[in-house]
T-cell receptor, first 111, second 112 residues
């Protein structure tokens, strides 16, 4: 029972363009959502989060959008840079420290 | 501040053996969580400890256990290892609920 789904295993984007990574969830009790980035041989690194009381949160080149009615969130990276190439995980929690992760989307940004 | 550290980084065991993994959280962090990462499964939550008490538990068999010490350091134990236990085991710490988690580099366990 995959409560958090990232249906695109990979995404390829040209440098300078927008990268849009998507995530869907099924549990309506989730009230906090996060995006993590992971490079090979390293642990995930926190990128950005959003509470269920908001529908948008911005941090520099990264913006997360939350659509609660559709149970959908997305991460926008603008402009995309080669250093953004990594695996991106979305995660959700229900006001506990138990994070439920998606299976990840591998982003490749090419010149 | 030093980040989350995990030891050992790599481990090779055979089926039926047991293994203990160690995690030192960021100084001041009282919550420690453990995750298993396997190809195609993403990160799956194992358990979370706060002030030496297990607060949350994932859907893993009883062969997987953990504990937390008074200094917040945590250990995870897997008994009677199976081939399917081969994975990257990640530890994460946070000051508590409502804060994002900081991950360590992981311990790569290979079961032969």
């Amino acid at each position: 029972d995959q409560q958090v789904k990232q249906n695109s295993p990979s995404l390829s984007v040209q440098e300078g363009r927008i990268s849009i990574l998507n995530c869907d969830y099924t549990n309506s009790m989730f009230d906090y959502f996060l995006w993590y980035k992971k490079y090979p041989a390293e642990g995930p690194t926190f990128l950005i989060s959003i509470s269920s009381i908001k529908d948008k949160n911005e941090d520099g080149r990264f913006t997360v959008f939350l659509n609660k009615s559709a149970k959908h969130l997305s991460l926008h990276i603008v402009p995309s840079q080669p250093g953004d190439s990594a695996v991106y995980f979305c995660a959700a929690s229900d006001n506990t420290d138990k994070l439920i992760f998606g299976t990840g989307t591998r982003l490749q940004v090419f010149p | 501040k030093a980040g989350v550290t995990q030891t050992p980084r790599y481990l090779i065991k055979t089926r039926g053996q047991q293994v203990t993994l160690s995690c030192s959280p960021i100084s001041g962090h009282r919550s420690v969580s453990w995750y298993q990462q396997t190809p195609g499964q993403g990160l799956q939550f194992l358990f979370e400890y706060f002030s030496e008490t297990q607060r949350n538990k994932g859907n893993f068999p009883g062969r997987f256990s953990g504990r937390q010490f008074s200094n917040s350091r945590s250990e995870m134990n897997v008994s009677t290892l199976e081939l399917g236990d081969s994975a990257l085991y990640l530890c994460a710490s946070s000051p508590g609920t409502g804060y994002h988690q900081y991950f360590g580099p992981g311990t790569r366990l290979t079961v032969l």
